[in-house]
């Protein structure tokens, strides 16, 4: 079947850096999307990635690794802004998107 | 304004009523998407429109329906709600189907089914 897998929660203190993990079980393999989603709004993109590496955006940068079905997200200089739901979906050999749970993110002063 | 607009946002339903959540967008997307959101479970498609005139199934297809008359509105049915439907629902629209496209979501309606 096919499987994402996240972190419920995590909290992390403002100023600091938080790294949210996600690991995928998809049949085939098109890139893994993460979207950051406010309480009671909508999902918005945050980062694509297809290649193995780290991609850095900002604040914010986002890892694969295919051969280990693994991604993470790293969140810099923690605000409370960043305080959201984080979203990890991987798109499938059908270009459907799997998605995971969410990790709740608390973000404490 | 661009973007993707829901209504109604949230709305109260007894069950066996019929109801259509209303999606619309402005910015010329092929591909359009329901999902519904739960507590403790990721976003679950529930139909998909690839272009307009063409629908498919997605993981949890029974018990709603869609349409895709024009490119910007795609509603979603609930032919007899039941309390199970009670939920998050969004649509979302991406530029081109079965691609790895952004997708962009609306507000969200959220529906209660007593």
């Known amino acids: 079947g096919q499987n994402i897998d996240q972190p419920t929660e995590m909290t992390a203190t403002e100023g600091a850096i938080v790294q949210i993990n996600c690991t995928y079980q998809t049949s085939g393999f098109n890139g893994l999307f993460w979207y950051q989603q406010h309480a009671g709004e909508a999902p918005t993109f945050l980062s694509y990635?297809?290649l193995d590496g780290l991609e850095e955006k900002g604040r914010f940068s986002s890892f694969l690794s295919r051969s280990k079905g693994y991604s993470y997200l790293l969140l810099k200089e923690l605000q409370m802004k960043d305080s959201a739901s984080y979203l990890c979906?991987?798109?499938?050999?059908?270009?459907?998107?799997?998605w995971g749970a969410g990790t709740k993110l608390i973000i404490k002063p | 304004i661009a973007g993707i607009t829901q209504a109604p946002t949230s709305q109260i339903l007894a069950a066996g009523r019929r109801m259509t959540l209303r999606c619309t967008q402005d910015m010329r997307h092929n591909a359009m998407y329901w999902y519904r959101q739960d507590l403790g479970l990721g976003l679950r498609l529930i139909h998909y429109s690839n272009t307009a005139g063409t629908t498919g199934k997605g993981e949890v297809p029974d018990g709603y329906s869609v349409s895709r008359a024009n490119t910007d509105d795609f509603p979603l049915t609930l032919a007899s709600a039941v309390p199970s439907q009670t939920s998050v629902y969004f649509c979302?629209?991406?530029?081109?189907?079965?691609?790895?496209?952004?997708?962009?979501f609306g507000p969200g309606t959220r529906l209660t089914v007593l």
């Open positions: 990635n297809v």
């Open positions: 979302a629209s991406s530029p081109i189907a079965g691609d790895t496209d952004t997708q962009y």
């Open positions: 979906a991987s798109i499938d050999s059908n270009y459907q998107l799997i």
